[in-house]
């Protein structure tokens, strides 16, 4: 994908990336730690895309670990990550660790006179607006659906200031079907805000409430069980575009669903990717920011456009100009939408738009500070 002004995210550049996993090992725990990543060293060597890694132990703290893996580009790392054999490959470490935390690069330049066999580098660096995005997806029991909507509208949401340096800014939630999709934005460090909000009462009581109407049981006084459902639940962000500068009147916030056919959730996504660019790009369309999440074979699209999404469907939906409309009916699964016969193209999209729309729960943002 050719690198755009507007683009401040995306893992579809096909550039390199870098993988920094911080380890924080409990008391004693090193020996069982090593041979827990010696394990996990061979079956990650196996995974189309990954490149190599690296194991380092600081040299002023014993407990304190780095695993780093280099990657041909984000794709297969995503694909990867975002998978059962990911779960069970690092289940094995969970035992001896106090904290694990990952963080992603992509490879912007680099010295030295070795060459990489596969992967590029970053074509510019981007700039981005100081806000990290993050995204959760699960389902809930078919028929608890209203309870479920009345129990996340109802919450006292927690303090959005984290430290001098995190605050959370934004939380917006909606629901398709029996699928719950939950988006924040923050400012600053996104691990600090989520541990921030996860001890928090309210947060707690709220979770607490939904643990009966799950389809996925879990535990969350198990750590183990409340990481595997949390792993299980993130939907990253893999793409994000914004027109930037002040933010005109009458921006209203919408999700759109927008499920897979097997196999097809990252092309799927890219397509949108995509078409976020051209609409950025577009004084005409009503799009002024859109954030891509993505997981498997379950796409969802935030986006903040101008005035009534169904006065322009078409740039809404992403898929105006030659062909898009057939490309997304080829990798849209309509079975899994709720859309009857055959995907309509422009001249019906919204209808097609009526069924991708998420219902909106609860759109909350933090006072300024």
């Not at 289940?91 to 001896?96: E, G, H, I, T």
């Amino acid at each position: 994908m050719a690198t755009s002004p507007y683009t401040s995210q995306s893992a579809f550049d096909g550039s390199r990336m870098r993988v920094l996993l911080f380890v924080d090992l409990k008391e004693g725990a090193q020996h069982e730690f090593l041979a827990a990543y010696e394990q996990m060293r061979d079956r990650v060597a196996s995974i189309p895309g990954h490149l190599g890694d690296q194991l380092c132990q600081s040299v002023e703290n014993p407990a304190q670990w780095i695993i780093t893996s280099e990657w041909e580009s984000a794709p297969p790392y995503l694909a990867w990550v975002n998978s059962e054999d990911h779960i069970e490959t690092v289940r094995p470490l969970q035992n001896c660790v106090r904290e694990l935390r990952s963080t992603r690069f992509g490879v912007v330049r680099e010295t030295g006179g070795h060459q990489r066999p596969t992967g590029g580098l970053q074509s510019a660096p981007r700039t981005g607006d100081g806000v990290i995005r993050h995204a959760l997806t699960f389902t809930v029991k078919p028929g608890s659906e209203s309870k479920v909507a009345e129990i996340l509208a109802g919450y006292t949401p927690p303090e959005a200031r984290v430290d001098d340096t995190t605050r959370l800014r934004r939380t917006t939630l909606f629901m398709h079907g029996n699928r719950v999709v939950r988006t924040v934005e923050v400012e600053g460090d996104l691990t600090k805000a989520l541990r921030h909000v996860s001890r928090q009462p309210e947060i707690r009581a709220v979770e607490e409430a939904l643990n009966p109407h799950l389809e996925q049981d879990r535990d969350l006084t198990d750590p183990d069980s409340a990481r595997t459902f949390f792993i299980r639940a993130a939907m990253p962000p893999v793409h994000h575009v914004a027109r930037g500068g002040p933010e005109p009147d009458g921006i209203t916030r919408h999700a759109l669903y927008y499920p897979a056919r097997p196999g097809s959730g990252m092309a799927l996504a890219a397509l949108l990717g995509r078409q976020d660019e051209a609409a950025a790009a577009d004084p005409a369309s009503p799009v002024h920011r859109s954030t891509v999440f993505q997981r498997e074979d379950i796409v969802v699209r935030l986006v903040d456009v101008r005035g009534d999404p169904e006065t322009d469907p078409v740039r809404t939906l992403g898929i105006q100009g030659p062909r898009k409309a057939a490309v997304l009916a080829r990798l849209l699964d309509g079975e899994a939408l709720g859309v009857p016969g055959p995907l309509p193209g422009e001249r019906e999209a919204n209808r097609l738009l009526a069924h991708a729309g998420m219902a909106l729960i609860t759109d909350r943002r933090a006072a300024q500070s």
